[in-house]
């Protein structure tokens, strides 16, 4: 008989079992070279963005131009006139023939993408999809697609770092970390927004809260924020400087406003995939649904051209306050129909960009119309975020976002707010986000509520049963046959002790009928027919989900608990006693009881 002690102990006999060694985290030194690693990927993100960029403003002015440029033009100067509405069409034809032809995974806006990989893929995106999404979302972009470059970024980020990882012998779960870190390192390089890509990997991308994964997505951040100083305006995207009012009355307006995108939110996720389904009815192959996307994107485009393309310029002008309003309306009508549908119709770009426009023209006409005055842009800045919140659930994300976007952090605290109230209101009323929502199509659940692991603060003794029927070690192969054979309802498995109550084994049905089969002498006393099997062990102090990961591996249902000291059985816990740490938790979020009451019932105690 061999004894396999549990797997935080180090290496102990029953005679001296060693105790526990236990920490606030599992991290080890490996985060030491992931950190390293992330280096790489902060920097190759940086690249990928400056080319990703460079790329959408190259395919711009050849397709509007036709000129082989880097010079910024704005699509509304074409010279091409009414040709211009078979631009997109032409643009997002050959994006249906790439996803067709070279890989179905370019289609979409990247984030709900990278999540699946994360998820269901064991975090490996292949070559062919890091070379092919910003290919596509820059022909996309560059073809009038109302997208923004966060999504194919992110993606393609996520994408070097999944590939450096599976160059390497890793697990899916430093994969998954370096795979996020790239995310992160694109999302700063293009926005200069290394905190707000910190936290979108941990509300977004990384379902877990560990210095193993949070650590090298920190690196791989700083890494790329230095690295766009160098290659890119390392100045603030959308810089603003304003003033805050705080009063009960402009309190009071932050949360309406945060009201008010939050329903915007609903409205905008619902006309994507209204759009989507209604493709999925056309008797056509799904390669041509981007072409008749591209139609819808080239008439907005003769209605209003500014809804075109990435539209940072309308950003700046909202925050400016110099638009009119009629200019917004039209902008906000055309670009939500234009990107629902192509959104919808399976191109591939990104949504952050035009949630911050149509978030942003959703508070400017607030702000001209019903909200109380304020300096020009803040409630336009205050609708950006609160629909970028609302819309992705992350408000912690969309509140850094925005004020590392305008360099402001003044805004703080209405941002905040708006953001809070808008999340709220999607929680409340939709089962899932525009991101989620992608993936529960495929058959994908998820869930994005994290909390502590009941398992990770649960006792062994706290589960196990004390009272435990066991065998004697000195009873025969031949009885313990009979023993299961009889038409008394038994347990699967029995602890065989010696006088002493030190388990020397565990006997199941299935070793009775094994013993028949292969005609094992009736009188071989089981400490003899157990003496060569490993014996896996529990004790009363160690933590249930130690003991519940070394069940699953090993694949044993149930587990002898023995005392520290002197080895004797003092518990024995099985599959449905960890079912009660499942059950307690449970209770906790649905159990309700109240224990202070100004009232009492007579006897003073408390009702």
């Known amino acids: 008989m061999s004894l396999s002690f549990t797997s935080d102990t180090a290496p102990a006999t029953p005679e001296h079992p060693a105790e526990p060694r236990l920490g606030d985290f599992t991290t080890d030194r490996r985060v030491l070279r992931l950190m390293v690693l992330a280096v790489l990927v902060g920097a190759a993100g940086v690249c990928a963005a400056w080319f990703l960029l460079r790329l959408i403003t190259l395919c711009t002015n050849l397709a509007y131009y036709g000129r082989l ?13 009414l040709g211009t509405v078979l631009v997109p069409v032409a643009g997002c034809l050959i994006i249906g023939l790439m996803a067709r032809y070279g890989s179905e995974k370019i289609r979409g806006h990247g984030i709900p993408e990278a999540m699946e990989a994360i998820l269901i893929g064991k975090s490996r995106i292949q070559p062919k999809v890091a070379l092919l999404k910003p290919l596509s979302s820059a022909i996309s972009i560059g073809t009038g697609g109302p997208f923004g470059a966060e999504g194919p970024i992110i993606m393609t980020g996520g994408a070097i770092g999944s590939l450096l990882a599976q160059t390497m012998h890793m697990t899916s779960a430093e994969r998954k970390t370096l795979l996020v870190a790239g995310a992160a390192a694109g999302m700063t390089a ?17 379902f877990e809260w560990k210095p193993r994964s949070f650590l090298p997505v920190v690196v791989a951040a700083i890494v790329a924020a230095t690295g766009r100083t160098l290659l890119l305006d390392p100045a603030p995207l959308f810089p603003y400087s304003g003033h805050v009012h705080i009063d009960f009355v402009h309190v009071a307006c932050w949360a309406l406003m945060g ?43 003769l209605v209003e051209p500014a809804a075109l393309g990435v539209g940072y310029d309308n950003i700046r002008h909202l925050l400016a306050g110099d638009l009119a309003l009629r200019a917004i309306l039209v ?122 692991d009941p398992f990770e603060f649960s006792r062994v003794f706290e589960v196990m049963t004390r009272d435990v029927q066991t065998m004697d070690a000195d009873m025969t192969v031949g009885q313990a046959v009979e023993f299961f054979t009889t038409a008394e309802r038994r347990h699967t498995s029995y602890p065989v002790v010696d006088a002493g109550r030190r388990v020397i084994g565990l006997v199941s049905r299935a070793d009775s009928l094994a013993w028949t089969v292969e005609n094992v002498p009736s009188d071989t006393p089981l400490a003899d027919a ?74 003073g105690a408390p009702r």
């Not at 293009?190 to 990384?206: H, K, N, W």
């Not at 099997?533 to 130690?546: F, K, N, Q, S, T």
Request: charged share 15%; aromatic share 6%; no cysteine.
């Open 69 to 81: 440029s880097l010079e910024n033009l704005p699509i509304s100067g074409s010279p091409f006139g």
């Open 331 to 452: 902008l906000v009508v055309v670009k939500a129909v234009i990107w629902a549908v192509a959104l919808g119709s399976g191109t591939s770009g990104g949504v952050l960009a035009p949630l911050l426009i149509l978030g942003g023209a959703m508070g400017a006409l607030g702000g001209a119309t019903l909200l109380p005055h304020a300096d020009p842009g803040f409630w336009a800045l205050l609708g950006m975020a609160a629909m970028m919140g609302g819309t992705m659930r992350s408000p912690l994300t969309a509140t850094l976002f925005a004020v590392e976007l305008t360099g402001d952090p003044g805004l703080l605290l209405p941002i905040m707010a708006a953001s809070g109230m808008a999340y709220a209101v999607t929680v409340l009323l939709l089962k899932r986000s525009i991101l989620t929502e992608k993936i529960a199509r495929r058959g994908h659940h998820i869930t994005r509520e994290y909390h502590a």
């Open 530 to 603: 157990l003496q060569s099997r490993p014996l896996h062990v529990a004790y009363p102090d160690e933590l249930a989900g130690r003991l519940a990961d070394r069940m699953a591996a090993t694949d044993v249902g149930r587990v002898p608990v023995i005392d520290r000291q002197d080895g004797r059985l003092v518990g024995l816990v099985g599959r449905k006693d960890l079912m009660r740490v499942r059950a307690r938790r449970l209770a906790e979020e649905r159990e309700r009881a109240v224990y202070l009451s100004w009232r009492d019932r007579g006897n």
């Open 190 to 206: 293009v926005f200069g927004t290394p905190v707000a890509a910190i936290l979108l990997a941990v509300e977004l991308l990384l």
């Open 259 to 301: 009201l008010a995108a939050g329903l915007g939110s609903g409205l905008l996720t619902a006309m994507v995939y209204a759009a989507e389904d209604a493709f999925q009815k056309l008797p056509i192959h799904w390669m041509w649904w981007p072409a008749l996307g591209g139609v819808v994107i080239g008439l907005g485009g």
